[in-house]
């Protein structure tokens, strides 16, 4: 593939990413969903690197890299807020008598006492 026309698909597979990463960072999101969401955002990552990596190497001068590199901070921000929402998640654990979420030092549950 010609490298201008790979770059060009590499943009819009790009674009589509932010928009759903933009869309789905308002929703409270489950340990599933965000480990989905971080993985999502690692490929994304990697794939504006990627762009930057051939923008550079084939002196590319219709690559927007200050564009690109807006993205990826972006892009590593939610990463770095997704990353605390998961270790907020595995702080906790769940009651197995009555279901309530606790911290994980706690060695009893605060809701119904029963012993972890
Ligand atoms: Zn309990």
């Known amino acids: 593939m010609e490298l201008t026309k790979f770059i ?9 990413t932010t928009q759903t ?24 990552l990697d794939d504006r690197y990627m762009a930057i990596g051939l923008a550079i190497y084939e002196d590319s001068e219709t690559t927007d890299i200050d ?11 939610e990463l770095n807020e ?7 998640f595995k702080c906790q654990k769940t009651c197995p ?7 994980k030092e706690n060695p009893y549950c605060p809701s119904c006492g029963g012993k972890f």
């Open 67 to 77: 564009a690109i590199c807006a993205e990826i901070t972006e892009l590593r921000e």
């Open 82 to 88: 997704l990353k605390l929402q998961l270790n907020e």
């Open 21 to 44: 990463v933009v869309r789905i960072s308002g929703e409270a999101l489950d340990y599933t969903k965000i480990k989905i969401k971080i993985s999502d955002i690692e490929s994304a």
């Open 97 to 103: 008598e009555c279901g309530r979420t606790t911290d």
């Open 8 to 16: 060009s698909k590499l943009k819009k597979g790009l674009k589509k």
